[in-house]
């Protein structure tokens, strides 16, 4: 009959634990004191805090570089829940290849983190000093920079380059956008106002070749001209009509009457048909589409100015904009020296270490009380 595995009882468990107790209690002792001592030749390294809030930039009236109009939000957020659109904008500067170089060359960090022999020790650097630092944005709305070093003065003095880092490159980039969009906003000014000059030089020439000074005045004028001489043509139709039936066609009066209604008829002749433009305004079978010339310059000028009226204000900001360089986050605490070491923390590296080794003695112990008691079972498997 094949033997059975028989797990120890709780009862036998204590017995063999209280049996080798020694064991149990003093080999965690040992290397509990043991890593203590060890731990003595870890060197102590520091943490330095910037605390930051982000900036709050004077309103211009025409914010070209917020989040919800254009280019880019320079501090005007709040950071809430989460990593928000900010502090990631800040993460992303500061964690960027660029600043992480600029600060191991700033402070010789491949020397100081002992990397200079290695294959590759600008990114051997840059690894080191990226598990050393924290940046971290908080509910409340702060965004915290924590820099861990083995001197508490180089701490400090990292945590202060970032902050520098972080404003220098957004200023860089915001400048950047300002200038593209500046450029772009004068070129379009230019385009605007070659634009008009080119209208205004056609305009001269339209007014000198047609005589048009106001259209619209110069058309009314017009056409009063034509309704009065076309009343006094009727007036004078009647009025000769009335004298054929009392005098005679020879009469003076019948004469000076006919002589007076040539005239008028002439005069409308000239009106409608004449192609000297200086007379009146223009030939009146040529009005329409001289007004249409005439509307289309005014039209294109009228767009030509609303255009300069909307572009100028944003050209204006956006020089600004490029001209000023303000800082992306305002310092609530700035860096300081650290006083107390933040790692190692050898209390806890003892302790942890001594109830990791209490733990795996303990399991040990309850192994080989399963392996002594069940010791025909085991022999059976390696049959």
Same mark, same amino acid.
């Given at each position: 009959?094949?033997?059975?595995?028989?797990?120890?009882s709780?009862?036998e468990i204590?017995?063999?634990?209280?049996?080798?107790?020694?064991?149990?209690?003093?080999?965690?002792?040992?290397?509990?004191?043991?890593?203590?001592?060890?731990?003595?030749?870890?060197?102590?390294?520091?943490?330095?805090?910037?605390?930051?809030?982000?900036?709050?930039?004077?309103?211009?009236?025409?914010?070209?570089?917020?989040?919800?109009?254009?280019?880019?939000?320079?501090?005007?957020?709040?950071?809430?829940?989460?990593q928000?659109?900010?502090?990631?904008?800040?993460?992303?500067?500061?964690?960027?290849?660029?600043?992480?170089?600029?600060?191991?060359?700033?402070?010789?960090?491949?020397?100081?983190?002992?990397?200079?022999?290695?294959?590759?020790?600008?990114?051997?650097?840059?690894?080191?000093?990226?598990?050393?630092?924290?940046?971290?944005?908080?509910?409340?709305?702060?965004?915290?920079?924590?820099?861990?070093?083995?001197?508490?003065?180089?701490?400090?003095?990292?945590?202060?380059?970032?902050?520098q880092?972080?404003?220098?490159?957004?200023?860089?980039?915001?400048?950047?956008?300002?200038?593209?969009?500046? @450029?772009? /906003?004068?070129?379009?000014?230019? *385009? =605007? &106002?070659?634009?008009?000059? #080119?209208?205004?030089? $056609?305009?001269?020439?339209?007014?000198?070749?047609y005589?048009?000074?106001?259209?619209?005045?110069?058309?009314?004028?017009?056409?009063?001209l034509?309704?009065?001489?076309?009343?006094?043509?009727?007036?004078?139709?009647?009025?000769? @009509?009335? /004298?054929?039936?009392?005098?005679? *066609? =020879? &009469?003076?009066?019948?004469? #000076?009457?006919?002589? $007076?209604?040539?005239?008028?008829?002439?005069?409308?002749?000239?009106?409608?048909?004449?192609?000297?433009?200086?007379?009146?305004?223009?030939?009146?079978?040529?009005?329409?589409?001289?007004?249409s010339?005439?509307?289309?310059?005014?039209?294109?000028?009228?767009?030509?100015?609303?255009?300069?009226?909307?572009?100028?204000p944003?050209?204006?900001?956006?020089?600004?904009?490029?001209?000023?360089?303000?800082?992306i986050?305002?310092?609530?605490?700035?860096?300081?020296?650290?006083?107390?070491?933040?790692?190692?923390?050898?209390?806890?590296?003892?302790?942890?270490?001594?109830?990791?080794?209490?733990?795996?003695?303990?399991?040990?112990?309850?192994?080989?009380?399963?392996l002594?008691?069940?010791?025909?079972?085991?022999?059976?498997?390696?049959?």
């Amino acid at each position: 009959m094949n033997p059975k595995y028989t797990p120890p009882s709780l009862l036998e468990i204590a017995q063999f634990l209280f049996k080798n107790k020694g064991k149990l209690f003093l080999v965690p002792f040992f290397v509990a004191v043991t890593v203590a001592i060890i731990s003595l030749f870890i060197p102590n390294r520091y943490t330095s805090t910037a605390n930051l809030i982000p900036s709050q930039r004077p309103s211009l009236g025409l914010d070209l570089f917020s989040e919800t109009g254009s280019l880019s939000s320079i501090a005007s957020t709040v950071l809430t829940g989460g990593q928000s659109d900010e502090a990631n904008r800040y993460i992303i500067l500061l964690s960027s290849y660029s600043s992480s170089k600029q600060i191991v060359d700033r402070f010789n960090l491949t020397t100081h983190y002992e990397v200079s022999e290695s294959k590759t020790p600008m990114l051997h650097a840059i690894d080191i000093l990226a598990s050393r630092t924290t940046f971290e944005s908080k509910e409340e709305g702060n965004f915290v920079i924590s820099i861990e070093d083995k001197s508490p003065e180089l701490a400090k003095e990292m945590a202060d380059a970032y902050v520098q880092i972080l404003n220098e490159e957004n200023t860089r980039i915001v400048t950047g956008d300002a200038k593209r969009y500046r @450029e772009f /906003l004068e070129k379009r000014l230019l *385009e =605007s &106002s070659n634009t008009i000059d #080119s209208l205004q030089q $056609e305009m001269i020439s339209f007014q000198k070749k047609y005589g048009v000074i106001e259209f619209t005045e110069q058309a009314k004028q017009y056409f009063s001209l034509i309704i009065g001489l076309s009343a006094k043509q009727i007036e004078t139709e009647i009025k000769l @009509e009335l /004298l054929s039936q009392s005098v005679t *066609e =020879s &009469s003076d009066l019948y004469e #000076s009457t006919e002589i $007076e209604l040539n005239a008028i008829n002439e005069k409308l002749n000239e009106v409608y048909f004449d192609s000297d433009s200086s007379n009146v305004i223009l030939n009146f079978s040529e009005m329409p589409e001289v007004g249409s010339q005439y509307m289309k310059l005014m039209l294109e000028a009228e767009i030509q100015s609303e255009i300069q009226k909307f572009v100028a204000p944003f050209y204006e900001q956006a020089k600004m904009e490029e001209a000023k360089a303000l800082p992306i986050v305002s310092i609530v605490d700035a860096p300081r020296i650290p006083e107390l070491k933040s790692f190692p923390n050898r209390i806890l590296i003892t302790i942890s270490s001594g109830f990791s080794a209490f733990f795996i003695v303990l399991f040990y112990l309850i192994f080989r009380l399963s392996l002594i008691k069940n010791n025909d079972f085991f022999s059976e498997l390696k049959k």
